[in-house]
């Protein structure tokens, strides 16, 4: 009994010691060598490779890719004119952004508000503006209808389309019945950027573009995009640094108009010279929306000159 107790007093009595002993052990092994911090000392040099503010030299409004990706082949084979792939009404995203379309539709009201305010001024020639302007109202709504993204007014945007494209097709004469629906799609448009829903049911037809627009109207918006706006704001470095957010605005404008003239039943869409025209119109474009994002205002100059050559010949061959 006794010897039992001795043994039990003994084992405690060593794990008394070798506890502690391992313990220490543990502690003071050795840490792991690491590496150190690289020290930049030549700041010169470091400022030719690194941005101090990467976010400044980032040109245009930042835009968010909202569209899904088509399905199928990834590879990036097919067309390179992402407008056209697939035989798809349009990937409109890649041609104009939500931010562009709020901002015309803003335009085209101001518009508005001037021209249809009394009935002697619209009889008197301003029908002829309010069908410019309501045309290229329909045209955006249109655009909407399709967009492949979140944009504003896109519920609504199938019957607000119609409406608006009937008014714009009515104030090709100054009549009493114009003016009083131009005045209703005036309040139509303070309804939409107030806010409100407006109740306009879409065409029970099939739907086409040539329903939607006519040639001329945005033939003229055209040429206040490219030689009111675009030529003179892109003739000197200063004016193209001066000017960026209204050539970016119009430079995508310009894109999506082109892309209207060649859809399918669109006067002449089908004719293979005349959409040769259009397409190197929004080749142009485009290439002038690269020329913002690289801050290249030689660059810029030579798409819009691209844009107006694309205008001069096709309007040699085509009158609307």
């Known amino acids: 009994m006794k010897s039992n107790m001795r043994r039990h007093i003994l084992l405690i009595g060593l794990m008394l010691i070798v506890c502690p002993v391992l313990f220490v052990l543990g502690q003071s092994k050795s840490n792991p060598t690491r590496v150190k911090f690289p020290e930049f000392k030549d700041e010169g040099r470091i400022k030719t490779i690194f941005f101090s503010k990467a976010l400044e030299k980032l040109a245009g409004a930042r835009q968010i890719n909202t569209a899904p990706m088509a399905g199928g082949d990834n590879t990036g084979g097919g067309s390179s004119d992402p407008a056209t792939e697939g035989g798809m009404t349009g990937k409109w995203a890649a041609l104009i952004s939500a931010p562009t379309i709020e901002d015309e539709v803003k335009a085209v009201k101001l518009a508005i508000d001037k021209g249809v305010d009394k009935p002697s001024q619209f009889s008197g020639g301003g029908y002829q503006n ?12 249109g655009i909407i209808a399709e967009f492949d993204g979140d944009v504003r007014w896109k519920t609504q945007s199938p019957g607000v389309r119609d409406v608006f494209a009937r008014t714009a097709g009515n104030c090709k004469v100054g009549s009493t019945q114009a003016y009083n629906e131009a005045k209703l799609r005036k309040a139509d448009l303070q309804d939409l950027l107030g806010g409100a829903t407006v109740d306009a049911k879409p065409n029970t037809e099939d739907f086409n573009w040539s329903r939607v627009v006519d040639r001329a109207p ?74 913002i994002k690289l801050n290249d205002s030689n660059r810029a100059a030579s798409a819009v000159g691209v844009m107006t050559q694309s205008c001069t010949e096709c309007h040699e061959l085509y009158r609307s």
Request: a negative charge; hydrophobic letters at 45%.
């Open 218 to 291: 945005l033939m003229q918006r055209l040429e206040v995009a490219v030689d009111e706006r675009l030529s003179p704001m892109t003739s000197s470095a200063q004016e193209f640094e001066s000017n960026k957010e209204t050539i970016l605005h119009e430079a995508e404008i310009v894109a999506a108009m082109s892309h209207i003239f060649t859809r399918p039943q669109m006067e002449d869409g089908d004719d293979e010279d005349y959409a040769g025209y259009a397409n190197n119109m929004k080749s142009g474009a485009l290439e002038l929306l690269d020329a």
């Open 130 to 141: 309010a069908r410019y302007q309501f045309s290229v109202a329909a045209a955006m709504f």
